[in-house]
């Protein structure tokens, strides 16, 4: 069934619709998107190729706060029902991959300045071997040139954004995955800054749904004025998670509390009961025990995976 996905993706990306190459802000869309061709190996998360399953997990209070300092004995995992045992356990503080979908739609015309320099709160908590890329939706989604470490130069091609057009927020995190696949790390998110619901994209919701799941990525969203089912959902499937910034004001805060929790994340290993290379999708479902005396706590992980086939 994944393949399917990835079929309608690759059609996607050759169909002459798809003018959304990836190169500098100041150049025409000439160049098709295209995976590097050395990737540095590392172990996958949530897939069952390798015979200990990782879920990364966040976990925050009810102000929206990263909780860092839980022991093992504060997590249940369970697969398909089936409780696992937690054999590996982690603070997780490796390097990201992410990728920014910048909304760039007529409705963010008087939001988009404020916006651009709200996310440099993102950036002032990189470490080494995190990468950037950029990419901007308006009818279609735009790539703004490939990966790079550098946060300013991040900053120049956000300045080259100019609001117009409908929202093609489904498309645009198609090409986001696809772009992931020339990813040097292991954790790999897309960051979602958008006002509105999506209005012109050619992927269906289902279809998107099984992309990000396949490509194993974690979707977070930053949502200006609206309560965003849409990204919720693929927040909720994927272990990402949704704010909402209720003003212009509100945003770099809340730009600070999502790029926190992006950072603060536990890993949790277990060795699957269930019979290997089954080709099914797993279920997964981490329940947090808090402290005595504490609040009641989120956690935010994956939702699933795909088995691979005998």
């Known amino acids: 069934m994944p393949l399917l996905y990835f079929t309608l993706l690759a059609a996607f990306l050759c169909s002459g619709f798809a003018q959304f190459s990836a190169v500098e802000p100041e150049q025409e869309a000439k160049v098709a998107i295209t995976p590097r061709r050395e990737l540095r190996h590392t172990p996958a998360t949530l897939r069952a190729d390798v015979k200990l399953i990782l879920v990364p997990v966040s976990v925050t209070d009810g102000r929206d706060r990263p909780v860092t300092e839980l022991p093992k004995e504060s997590f249940r995992v369970l697969e398909d029902g089936v409780e696992q045992t937690i054999t590996s356990f982690a603070r997780e503080e490796s390097p990201i991959s992410a990728g920014l979908l910048i909304d760039s739609s007529g409705s963010m015309k008087t ?7 709200a996310l440099k709160c993102f950036f002032q908590t990189t470490i080494p071997g995190d990468e950037f890329f950029v990419l901007q939706f308006a009818d279609q989604p735009r790539t703004l040139g490939g ?32 772009q992931m696949k020339g ?23 289902g279809e998107i749904r099984n992309i990000v799941i396949e490509a194993d990525v974690r979707v977070y969203a930053i949502a200006l004025h609206y309560r965003p089912r849409l990204l919720r959902q693929l927040a909720d499937e994927t272990g990402g998670n949704v704010l909402v910034a209720q003003s212009i004001a509100e945003l770099p805060a809340v730009v600070e509390r999502l790029s926190a929790e992006i950072r603060s994340e536990y890993l949790l290993g277990y060795t699957s009961t269930n019979r290997p290379n089954d ?31 005998e």
Do not use: C
């Open 279 to 309: 080709g099914k999708y797993h279920r997964v479902k981490v329940e947090v025990v808090p402290p005595a005396g504490s609040p009641a706590l989120h956690a935010s992980w994956r939702r699933g995976y795909y088995a691979p086939g």
């Open 147 to 178: 990966f790079t470490a550098d946060p300013a130069e991040i900053q120049r091609r956000l300045g080259f954004i100019e609001p117009k057009g409908w929202t093609a927020m489904l498309d645009a995190v198609a090409v986001g995955t696809h």
């Open 183 to 205: 990813a040097r790390n292991r954790r790999r998110i897309l960051l979602i800054l958008s006002d509105g619901n999506d209005n012109n994209s050619r992927f269906t919701e």
């Open 111 to 117: 939001r988009m300045d404020a916006s651009v320099e």
